[in-house]
């Protein structure tokens, strides 16, 4: 075999080995995050989540700000420089360097900032007693900066399994600790604001061992692909190597757009959690029973809702490398045009049967997890909350088509368009007495399909790629009807005769099946379909 066909073979088997990695850690990331929120929301109840769930809502605006757009640009620009003759290693190095002395300087200004602007973020969310739980996760943001840094450069030379190792690591340090510091908080009689902050400090302590985790692997990352720890160890160092202020302005001129179009939706989502408790008073409601559903709506139907995407955001990781490259070899128009219609119809593939089971399922579901009185809470607002997985999904391939082939700057067009129609739409829907809290799901339904109708919408007029959407979706949007109808008639036909956990769980089953059998009856996977899957 030629040596080029037997790297390429090697480079092949990687990518699709860190994918499996990446997407088993995600699973388990997301396991372990259930096994922490679950028995927390059991113990603290509605209230005690919101608090949590209040302080993660800045935090993870903060965590967008620092840490959305660098990654993505190390990966890019590392992929890039990964081919280079001579002067390969030094580039390598001087992107790894300024990506991490970047981030160093983010976190550390970031992390001080929700340390000592606590009490103003808590007074701003009209939740006073958040301060603390603010304070006590901002030391993470540091943390995750580091790790991300180190993220990028390594899924742009390929190298998934260190972030995947990384990943779970810091999961399960964030469900031992969190639940073990909050289990402490409780023993000790103290009120329910200082145990989610407690609890939440477990997150901080996961962040920094997955920072440690990304840390070591530094110097086996380097020996895998070749690149002297330093320059002087390089004695084939390039003198012609990019300047590190150049390098910083190609890093600055990916991540920018990128980190505007995730922090402008996760600053919707931190307003949103202002605006949730002001409309539900501001309509009549007490202050405390607002505090409650806002607690269950993020702490019970917002994660079921962010679990279907975890199967997409593997593959988003690994194609941006990919999809870079493919859009650089300009040789081959057809080649890019059929990666990016298959990378769009697999999303739909995955994320409609989800969307549509979860919809239906929605109580059982959550009454499988949670006390039968918080589960009756949220699903209502599950069945709403769930429409918006499939466009959440296509947002995430479609955002990762549109960075990888340079054209950063539309999704942040997309993200603005739909933190608007959030922002409005959460203000007149939730300060209406006949929908109360239902306003916030609905609002996140209208938010992420503009999102994702901008996305493709540009994703057309920036490649030039025409999508045949209709013929796309029609065959898993039929199946994934289907799939729904069976799983919920199952689960009437089996529930009062067998356990009602067993009855749920036989009730997915059957609907996957389902949905599986309507697929190959209607011919609904085609060759470049299963050639995407098995690659």
Request: charged letters at 10%.
């Amino acid at each position: 075999m030629p040596k080029n066909a037997a790297n390429h073979k090697d480079t092949k088997q990687t990518l699709a080995l860190g994918v499996f990695f990446l997407t088993v850690s995600n699973v388990l990331t997301k396991l372990c995050g259930m096994f922490l929120k679950v028995p927390l929301t059991n113990a603290l109840g509605d209230t005690g989540m919101a608090y949590f769930n209040l302080a993660y809502a800045v935090y993870k605006w903060f965590y967008m700000i620092s840490t959305a757009g660098l990654p993505v640009a190390a990966a890019v620009l590392t992929a890039r420089f990964a081919g280079e003759g001579d002067t390969r290693c030094e580039n390598l190095r001087r992107v790894r360097n300024v990506t991490l002395g970047a981030f160093c300087a983010v976190g550390i200004f970031g992390s001080l900032c929700m340390f000592f602007g606590a009490p103003l973020f808590a007074s701003l969310q009209q939740v006073e007693n958040a301060a603390a739980s603010i304070s006590a996760i901002a030391p993470a943001l540091f943390c995750i900066c580091i790790a991300s840094a180190l993220r990028g450069w390594y899924q742009g030379l390929g190298s998934l399994l260190p972030a995947s190792i990384a990943q779970v690591a810091e999961a399960c340090t964030k469900m031992v600790c969190g639940l073990c510091f909050g289990t402490y908080a409780i023993s000790r009689g103290y009120p329910i604001y200082t145990v989610a902050a407690y609890a939440i400090f477990g997150l901080t302590a996961g962040c920094l061992l997955g920072m440690l985790v990304m840390l070591i692997a530094l110097p086996v990352v380097h020996k895998k692909h070749r690149i002297p720890l330093t320059s002087k160890q390089d004695r084939a160092s390039g003198t012609n190597a990019v300047s590190c202020s150049h390098l910083l302005h190609q890093l600055l001129r990916i991540a920018i757009p990128v980190t505007l179009s995730a922090s402008v939706l996760s600053l919707c989502d931190m307003l949103d959690s202002m605006i949730v408790i002001r409309r539900l008073c501001g309509a009549g409601m007490a202050e405390d029973e607002a505090l409650r559903l806002y607690g269950n709506y993020t702490a019970l139907a917002v994660p079921m809702f962010n679990l279907p995407p975890i199967l997409i955001y593997p593959v988003t990781t690994a194609l941006i490398p990919v999809i870079t490259a493919a859009f650089e070899n300009k040789k081959d128009p057809d080649k890019r045009s059929r990666l990016v219609t298959t990378s769009i119809s697999a999303t739909a593939y995955i994320a409609l049967p989800c969307a549509a089971g979860m919809s239906v399922m929605a109580e059982p579901l959550l009454r499988l997890l949670y006390r039968d009185d918080l589960a009756a809470t949220g699903a209502p607002m599950l069945k709403i909350l769930s429409i918006a997985t499939f466009f959440l999904s296509m947002l995430a391939m479609t955002n990762a088509i549109l960075q990888a082939a340079d054209h950063a700057r539309y999704p942040v067009y997309s993200i603005c368009a739909g933190a608007v129609v959030k922002l409005i739409s959460s203000w007149v829907l939730c300060g209406r007495p006949e929908l109360g809290i239902l306003g916030t799901p609905l609002s996140t339904v209208l938010c992420y399909t503009t999102m994702a109708l901008c996305n493709l919408y540009f994703v057309v007029r920036a490649t030039g790629i025409s999508l045949p959407l209709f013929r796309a979706l029609w065959k898993p949007a039929l199946c994934s009807v289907l799939c729904a109808f069976t799983a919920s008639a199952a689960f009437g036909l089996l529930y009062g005769r067998i356990s009602e956990a067993i009855a749920t769980l036989g009730a997915v089953a059957i609907g996957g099946i389902t949905y599986l059998a309507a697929m190959i009856a209607v011919r609904g996977f085609s060759r470049d379909l299963v050639a995407f899957f098995k690659k």
